[in-house]
């Protein structure tokens, strides 16, 4: 059972997130190829070789989504705009594209939930990409234009905006460890992206606020990193992927300068000049969004890169194989709240668990166990005095989790993609009886 909804503030936000890519059908509606849609189609990086062409068929289905996350009794719904569905060569719009958000923005406020708006989770349109994407200078004033494009439109209507979801990933897992589109593995390229992504966010920020827009943030993740051993080499591996990935951007965003850990390794190939950008960077924020699911243990290797060192740990695990660990959660919104964002408040913007489908495939038991787990862990925060305003699931729908493909099943909702019924489970109920919906 999920805790009483009377243990968080009345005005706590409850809401369920999803992203453009993972769920619309990147096939349809106008919408050029993004990053992914080429990522996707080059055999070997997506383990079952599938696309995001289809996928849960959202463009066309989006009604009734809507009504499953207002009949659970949800708030808000976290939803991002698709990059090269509003403009599909990166630069022109295209106006089908723009009416479906239009619609969609609509249909939320028609069912009472609150549109918490991501300008990019990740599908940058393949032209850009072909221009050198991340890596290349000239992305943050594309970036910004996309975001006043958008903002032009729905900006009246949604409730917040977040320029960009999990920078880490945009830059750092898909050009240094290859694992996500454009999939490089080279630090020069991951370097300038870790900066430019940063860049990006600022330039966006500025201009958004010059067209008025209010409630603006960006959502950043974090994992839990931890020596697997006493040895120094494991404590050195454990801080080096702590600065990477839950400092780096942190760090920047609040005008508290790249952490020196990583700047070792990733100093020499950042673009010259790059301490010029750091002001930009650090605009004001009205929130921050926080995405949490893990643990990771680090064992020491001689190089200066500890994504070599991982090692499994001991905790039971997810679908994905990650670590369930609550407290984390915990941890780092005290932390963030400690260490860089002081009063600023925070919203846990994703948290959820890949779980196969069972012979029931309605009974998640051990879905409804891990967000009791993680609410908790949410309100233990706030009972420190973190100002965490929200708790949004990831995700709502079974959906394409990237280079896994279709396997890993996030959903408060299940999906048969071939028949794209939507079934919702027992986690769907719990937040129900929770929310009342
Ligand atoms: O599915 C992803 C999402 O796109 C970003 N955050 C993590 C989720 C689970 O991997």
């Known amino acids: 059972m999920l805790p009483p909804r009377t243990d968080f503030p009345d005005r706590f936000v409850f809401g369920a997130a999803t992203s453009a890519y993972q769920i619309e059908g990147s096939a349809q509606g106008g919408a050029g190829l993004s990053h992914w849609d080429t990522f996707a189609a080059t055999p070997g990086n997506i383990m079952d070789d599938s696309n995001g062409s289809r996928a849960c068929d959202h463009l066309n289905r989006w009604p009734e989504d809507l009504d499953l996350i207002r009949d659970a009794g949800f708030d808000a719904y976290r939803f991002s705009t698709s990059w090269a569905r509003v403009m599909p060569d990166g630069v022109n719009v295209n106006a089908e594209g723009l009416d479906f958000y239009d619609r969609l923005v609509d249909g939320m406020l028609d069912r009472g939930l609150r549109p918490f708006l991501t300008y990019h989770h990740w599908d940058l349109p393949a032209a850009l990409s072909a221009q050198g994407g991340w890596q290349n200078r000239d992305i943050p004033a594309r970036f910004a234009d996309l975001c006043v494009t958008v903002n032009a439109r729905i900006g009246d209507r949604v409730e ?24 490089l593995r080279d630090i020069r390229a991951a370097s300038r992206a870790m900066h430019h992504v940063l860049l990006a966010h600022g330039t966006a920020i500025r201009a958004l606020r010059a067209e008025g827009a209010t409630n603006l943030g960006i959502v950043l993740n974090f994992e839990t990193s931890q020596p697997a051993d006493n040895s120094p080499a494991a404590e050195r591996a454990a801080e080096t992927q702590d600065a990477i990935y839950n400092q780096w951007f942190i760090r920047a965003l609040m005008g508290q300068g790249y952490p020196e850990a990583a700047l070792e390794g990733i100093g020499p190939h950042l673009p010259q000049g790059w301490q010029q950008d750091m002001d930009l960077i650090a605009q004001p924020l009205d929130w921050l969004g926080v995405n949490y699911y893990t643990r990771r243990l680090y064992t020491g290797n001689d190089g200066l890169w500890p994504q070599a060192a991982e090692v499994p740990g001991p905790l039971p695990k997810t679908q994905m194989d990650w670590e369930i660990r609550p407290e984390g959660l915990t941890e780092f919104l005290t932390r963030l709240a400690r260490d860089h964002t002081g009063s600023l408040p925070l919203y846990v913007t994703e948290n959820g668990m890949a779980l196969a489908a069972g012979a029931d ?74 929310l009342g919906g």
């Open 361 to 434: 495939i309605a009974d998640d038991a051990r879905r409804v166990q891990f967000i009791a787990d993680h609410l908790r862990a949410t309100k233990a925060a706030m009972d420190r005095g973190v100002d965490v305003r929200g708790f949004f699931y990831w995700s709502l729908l079974d959906n394409y989790e990237w280079g896994w493909g279709y396997g890993p099943r996030f959903g408060l909702v299940h999906v048969d993609y071939d028949t794209m019924a939507r079934t919702p489970k027992a986690s769907w109920h719990a937040f129900r009886s929770m």
């Open 160 to 183: 917040s905006a977040a320029t960009l979801n999990e920078p880490w990933c945009i830059a750092w897992l898909s050009h240094f460890l290859g694992a996500h589109a454009p999939g």
